[in-house]
Nanobody, 116 residues
């Protein structure tokens, strides 16, 4: 079983920076899981924002490449998303996600609103 809890959402001005965190509760090793950040804007489908593998290899959606950075702390079982140069179109609920034994696990989501 995996439990994921996001934190760090809020209101950010365009061009600003913000960091999201996700705390994972898992009885086995966290390090081997591929971890993801997804987001869902109002009226839109949930989309993959960034992924990080156990090797540390990362992937990003084209819309955030060069602006967002995903990272992890395997000792603390934490996942992070550093967001820079935020745009209004980044406004969404952001979700932490992983898959274990073919089962999808999601956090409850945290709202990020980019507005002046």
């Amino acid at each position: 079983q995996v439990q994921l809890v996001e934190s760090g959402g809020g209101l950010v001005q365009p061009g600003g920076s913000h960091e999201l965190s996700c705390a994972a509760t898992i009885e086995l090793n966290f390090w081997f899981l591929t971890m993801d950040w997804y987001r869902q804007a109002p009226g839109k489908q949930r989309e993959l924002v960034a992924s990080i593998r156990s090797s540390g290899a990362t992937n990003y959606a084209d819309s955030v490449k060069g602006r967002f950075t995903i990272s992890r702390d395997n000792t603390e079982k934490m996942l992070y998303l550093q967001m820079n140069n935020l745009k209004p179109e980044d406004t969404a609920v952001y979700y932490c996600h992983t898959v274990r034994n073919g089962v999808n696990f999601w956090g409850q989501g945290t709202q990020v609103t980019v507005s002046s």
